[in-house]
């Protein structure tokens, strides 16, 4: 629904003015980013449910399966949503956020929903079958996602850094929040359907309070305000579309002839921001193709087996996504290197491949080629704490900067465009991850 134009004038006239009232957006904002990245990050913590699914000795055809799930898990999820922010870049000229992300979050609790009951279904006599429907749904699942990545860090850009923030540092908790849900699950309840019932549980709750969370966002003053500042200055839809951003209808198609051609528009664009792109890449790149498809392989030297019952979730998924929150978290405290040094930043990001010799070192049981060098529990909790630390910390900080060097009605094409360089770096990340399956 359309704002009435006299409120819009207010609000376009000294945004200055216009508080965060109570910090609602903020929190919304930081929610959202919770929601966004649940597929990825309750799929992938949800390791010991997946293998009890999976595993049958009696079936030769699955028994790779559970070794190589995550592998497999990876490209279902980051490839789709490789692909769909590609298509993003187009779709944000003729279907608005709004739209985009509330068909997003809709489909992805339909589908999270049917995982629910998947988990109360004895799916052991077909294995197969539960693998194709799982890989199946996070394709879905990571479409959608994708989608409302695209939708909501474009809007978010429009706004003052710490919403950018908030919103990395939303998607860190996400993580954080999937870690202890499953670690209290396993604890509640010994069976691993069962535990992973109460799980998916906690996913669904979620995504309805960032679904309703993000759809508030349309009515109230602050966020609309920025966006409407950005959709005035833009001489696309200054006149006939100044409420784009959060019109819940599509904009007319008679208005594309008027517009500029796709590479007139994002070309200079990307000449602009490009070194903090590829440091986003190159960060997925390098975190993806180790976590969690190999940290998670590392096994303890313990013979406690409460030990080795929470080894994993503990020291591959709890440890990895604290620290990764923390780095986000410390971005608002500290910026290293300025966003004068964008190369300098992206060096940084280079210099993170030394994870890769280190952890295929740890005391992985499926390694050939690698010698067993750190064999103590500690060298994998360290090399994990410092994996997560600086993939939050220069992440967060590459998106920060690159919209800051663009005009403010640029800044939510930036945003699309950064969301697109992240995806190709997870897409990427995790088919790398496949070829260390032969190096390893």
Request: glycine share 6%; charged share 15%.
């Amino acid at each position: 629904m359309l704002v009435n134009a006299n409120e819009d004038d207010l609000l376009l006239k000294d945004t200055k003015n216009v508080k965060d009232k109570y910090h609602l957006v903020y929190f919304i904002v930081f929610f959202t980013g919770i929601g966004v990245l649940i597929p990825w990050n309750f799929f992938i913590t949800a390791k010991q449910y997946f293998v009890f699914k999976l595993t049958d000795t009696g079936n030769s055809t699955a028994s790779d399966l559970p070794y190589k799930f995550e592998n497999y898990l990876s490209i279902a999820s980051m490839v789709p949503a490789a692909i769909i922010n590609i298509l993003n870049l187009v779709l944000r000229r003729y279907i608005t956020p709004m739209r985009r992300f509330s068909v997003g979050i809709s489909l992805m609790f339909l589908v999270f929903l049917v995982t629910l009951i998947l988990t109360k279904v004895n799916t052991q006599k077909d294995i197969m079958s539960f693998f194709i429907i799982t890989m199946i749904s996070v394709v879905i699942l990571n479409t959608c996602s994708g989608i409302m990545q695209g939708s909501s860090l474009g809007v978010i850009s429009m706004m003052p850094g710490r919403y950018i923030k908030g919103y990395m540092e939303g998607q860190a908790i996400g993580g954080l929040i999937a870690s202890v849900a499953n670690i209290l699950a396993i604890v509640a309840v010994s069976s691993p359907d069962s535990s992973a019932f109460i799980y998916f549980l906690v996913a669904l709750i979620f995504l309805l309070i960032t679904g309703i969370g993000f759809c508030r966002l349309g009515k109230i003053k602050f966020s609309r305000s920025y966006v409407k500042i950005a959709n005035q200055m833009d001489n696309e839809t200054e006149d006939e579309y100044p409420d784009i951003a959060f019109n819940t209808d599509s904009l007319p198609l008679s208005s594309i002839g008027n517009r500029q051609s796709f590479m007139e528009k994002y070309a200079p664009l990307v000449k602009q921001i490009y070194w903090f792109g590829l440091t986003v890449t190159l960060e997925f790149v390098v975190t993806l193709s180790l976590f969690p498809a190999f940290s998670s392989q590392i096994v303890t030297q313990s013979n406690n087996e409460n030990w080795k019952k929470f080894f994993t979730p503990v020291t591959c998924f709890l440890f990895f996504n604290i620290a990764d929150y923390i780095g986000r978290y410390f971005c608002g405290i500290l910026k290293f290197p300025s966003q004068n040094y964008p190369k300098t930043l992206f060096f940084i990001a280079l210099i993170r491949f030394i994870f890769v010799p280190l952890i295929f070192m740890c005391n992985i049981p499926t390694r050939t080629n690698f010698p067993i060098i750190f064999y103590n529990d500690a060298y994998p909790i360290v090399f994990t704490i410092l994996l997560g630390l600086t993939n939050g910390y220069f992440i967060t900080l590459s998106l920060i900067y690159a919209p800051s060097q663009v005009s403010d009605k640029e800044k939510e094409a930036v945003g699309t465009l950064m969301n697109l360089f992240l995806c190709f770096g997870l897409a990427f990340g995790v088919a790398l991850s496949f070829v260390y399956l032969y190096i390893i």
